[in-house]
């Protein structure tokens, strides 16, 4: 899993959302079985923190540049 969580930190943000989108599209498929949904729910789950991680250090940069001027 670390493996896959160092190739998913190197996505970007619109890339992460992509991946994000295909989870909850796998979620959302009623046919899908219990394992692979609790597999998708937590893969969503790691993805979405990422995303937080990603916004969270795009405001820094901002708020940053904005106390500068």
């Known amino acids: 899993m670390s493996d896959k969580k160092s190739t998913l930190k190197d996505l970007s943000y619109e ?14 498929d009623s046919d899908l079985p219990l394992e692979e949904a609790i597999n998708a729910y937590k893969e969503g789950l790691e993805i979405s923190n990422l995303c ?11 708020v940053s540049k904005m106390e500068n001027n």
């Open 52 to 62: 937080k991680e990603k916004l969270e250090s795009a405001k820094k940069v901002v």
């Open 15 to 28: 890339e992460l959302i992509e991946k994000l989108d295909s989870c909850v599209s796998k979620l959302d």
